[in-house]
């Protein structure tokens, strides 16, 4: 989905969307018959639920996004409707996405800050909780409105977890931790970034430049945790430039706070795109205004349409939020 957003690929798209179908209805794989029958993953059927019902509705998502490209209206609709099978493992009453069961009601023993047996895989509620990339206005608005979903974000970062809550799960390691927030495994390295849809992005500014500075080094233990599939690197890199993918498959990047003081990418049609910081410092990580190509931004979206083609994308940073 993501190589048919940004016109990387030249793969027939009626074959790309039938194959998508075919493996999103695979009913022995996973709990997907499951999630066909209630809408949700329970928790009493298979364990993780959660985190593969948010995965799966993003899934769904990406799969719509192939569809309206074929110019396939009724599976654009179908998938679409799939996607928002997130609201069904929210919890109201907890604030959370909660383990639900067969029958409806959600689990009873239920400890957001638990990484074993919650029904996330590698994660929390917290953490693995916000995977909503394909509707973050929504999952805002689910969540109380901007003001309550930024205060909540807030917690993540500076609300420190416990060892209890971590020591039976491998793949979270103290060093990877910044509060309750786990950088060392990939499943929250979008949650900085969620600040943009509410009216504190200076945090995710400030968020994403921490994290960098704390998480990263250049030496033989340079990565915090794992580094699976590549993306504790990418991470890096995209957001060193500052910019990252928070929904794959679509055409935005989000902006964030460059730690570099310009690069250079030469891209695959001969182009190159040239990022540029002015006053650029440890102390300047807000940035106050960004061009691309001349014309200035104001919503923190970044388009690869816009920069696909090269260019130059000129952030000026500012000690002030």
Known sequence: ADAVAKN??????KTMLNASITSSNLK???????YLKYGYVPEDKSGSSVSKTLEYAYDDWCIAQIAKKSGDKNVENEYLKRSENYKNVYNSRSGFMHPKLSDGTFKTEFDPMDTHGQGFIEGNAFNYGLYVPQNVPEMIKM???????????????????A??????????TRDGIIGNYVHGNEPGHHIPYLY?????????QERVRMIMRKMYSDGEDGLCG???????????IFSAMGFYPVLPGSDEYQLGSPI???????????????????NQSEKNVYVSKILVNGKEVKNHVLK??????????????????
């Open 226 to 236: 794992n580094d699976d599939a590549g993306q504790m690197s990418a991470w890096y």
């Open 196 to 204: 943009n849809w509410t009216n504190d992005a200076w945090k995710t």
């Open 304 to 321: 690869h349409s816009d920069i696909a083609n090269g260019g130059e994308v000129v952030f000026y940073m500012s000690a002030k939020r």
């Open 8 to 13: 990387t690929t030249d793969a027939d798209l």
């Open 28 to 34: 022995y794989y996973d709990g997907i018959g499951d």
């Open 260 to 278: 570099v003081k310009s690069a250079k990418i030469n891209l695959e049609n001969a182009k190159v795109l040239n990022i540029q910081t002015e």
């Open 143 to 161: 969540m109380g409105g901007k003001n309550k979903f930024s205060k909540h974000l807030d917690e993540i970062f500076t609300t420190e977890i």
């Open 163 to 172: 060892d209890k809550y971590i020591e039976k799960n491998e793949d979270i």
